[in-house]
């Protein structure tokens, strides 16, 4: 036997897999229409037994007790039997939000490599911009000596500007 989960009528339906805590409520009503139905049963038997209590009628209080248990036990048996039914689509969906989780934590590690590659690019950049701008200072004050030390000398700015487009 493979270890690939049983094939679900849900696996075409993204809406039953990413849904709110409404949706969620309705679609577990919808899937265990049984078990509100015996809290409903309950919670009735027990007004039942207060209402019988304050009018002191005895006989109904124990068989509205009686009921109540009925119905817990009623309740009890439909929350076995939908477990046990709808186990597989649990399993089925437990899956779904692990793999979900997965690639939602992939995307956001994903984006932030994009980040960090970004910022690693404009520091380069910036590192450029800053290097060239060094290197402007420097040429400038260099052209900035010879002039100095040609005007030293007594010789001409011509001539160095002629020094400086050889080198």
């Not at 509205?64 to 399993?91: E, K, N, P």
């Not at 060094?134 to 011509?158: F, Y």
Request: glycine share 6%; aromatic share 8%; net charge positive.
């Amino acid at each position: 036997m493979s270890g690939a989960p049983m094939p679900s009528s849900f696996d075409d339906n993204s809406e039953f897999y990413e849904e709110n805590r409404w949706q969620k409520f309705s679609r577990r009503l919808k899937e265990e229409p049984l078990i509100p139905l015996g809290c409903a049963l309950t919670c009735y038997a027990l007004l039942g037994a207060t209402r019988s209590i304050r009018a002191g009628d005895h006989a109904r209080t124990n068989r509205m007790f009686r009921a109540r248990i009925y119905a817990q036990g009623f309740t009890l048996a439909a929350l076995v039997a939908g477990s046990m039914y709808y186990q597989t689509d649990r399993d089925k969906r437990k899956q779904f939000d692990k793999v979900v989780t997965e690639k939602k934590a992939q995307e956001k590690n994903q984006a932030w490599i994009r980040e960090l590659e970004a910022r690693d690019e404009e520091e380069k950049l910036a590192r450029g911009r800053r290097e060239a701008a060094r290197e402007a200072a420097a040429s400038v004050s260099r052209a900035n000596c010879m002039v100095e030390k040609s005007e030293r000398r007594g010789e001409g700015v011509l001539r160095a500007v002629r020094e400086l487009w050889r080198r």
